[in-house]
T-cell receptor, first 116, second 114 residues
Framework: DGGITQSPKYLFRKEGQNVTLSCEQN?????MYWYRQDPGQGLRLIYY???????QKGDIAEGYSVSREKKESFPLTVTSAQKNPTAFYLC???????????????FGSGTRLTVV | AQKITQTQPGMFVQEKEAVTLDCTYD???????LFWYKQPSSGEMIFLIY??????QNATEGRYSLNFQKARKSANLVISASQLGDSAMYFC???????????FGKGTSLLVTP
């Protein structure tokens, strides 16, 4: 079945270390997204990519970096510059269209990052 | 810029009763889409219902319906005949043809009691 795989589900890192979160999709979606969720909060957009080798900053991009070398993959690196990296990270993908349809947004199951 | 507001941090409803979760939005885009997602404690995001800004009729999906009032910029989710399994966080979100990323509200925590 098609879907989005995020790994690992739980991740622990020491403060000051960079860490990369994996996101892979086999839905043939053009667009991919990274969101951050803090307890009791909504999802905030970190980065998004509408096409291979291109990506744009979202609302809270500082301290994060991404790459989009393949259509299927959109890894997120949490750098040591991110002041409060402990959070739940969700990856998503969608189709793109010329009109307003629901674009088939699909979410991964998330990675819970804890920095100690 | 788009803004989604969910004013109810938490809601209680008794099993088998109906419940309405509020969502208001603000956008300058003439075309946009409105979504509701359910997030159980496991963290996955489950798509519930979609409403396009030009849709004439309110969207319905099983026990879920979206009460879309365009002039008031509201898109409330109505869950009929609540079940214990409906206990979760519920998020309203929107997008438009000027940007594909979903923009989320802060969510409403729903607890269904026996």
């Amino acid at each position: 079945d098609g879907g989005i795989t995020q790994s690992p589900k739980y991740l622990f890192r020491k403060e000051g270390q960079n860490v990369t979160l994996s996101c892979e999709q086999n839905l043939n979606h053009d667009a991919m997204y990274w969101y951050r969720q803090d307890p009791g909060q909504g999802l905030r957009l970190i980065y998004y990519s509408q096409i291979v080798n291109d990506f744009q900053k979202g609302d809270i991009a500082e301290g994060y970096s991404v790459s989009r070398e393949k259509k299927e993959s959109f890894p997120l690196t949490v750098t040591s510059a991110q002041k409060n990296p402990t959070a739940f990270y969700l990856c998503a993908s969608s189709t793109q269209g010329t009109g307003l349809e629901d674009y088939g947004y699909t979410f991964g199951s998330g990675t819970r990052l804890t920095v100690v | 810029a788009q803004k989604i507001t969910q004013t109810q941090p938490g809601m209680f409803v008794q099993e088998k009763e109906a419940v309405t979760l509020d969502c208001t939005y603000d956008t300058s885009d003439p075309s946009y889409g409105l979504f509701w997602y359910k997030q159980p404690s496991s963290g996955e995001m489950i798509f519930l219902i979609y409403q396009g800004s030009y849709d004439q009729q309110n969207a319905t999906e099983g026990r879920y319906s979206l009460n879309f009032q365009k002039a008031r910029k509201s898109a409330n989710l109505v869950i009929s005949a609540s079940q214990l399994g409906d206990s979760a966080m519920y998020f309203c979100a929107m997008t438009s043809n000027s940007g594909y990323a979903l923009n989320f509200g802060k969510g409403t925590s729903l607890l269904v009691t026996p």
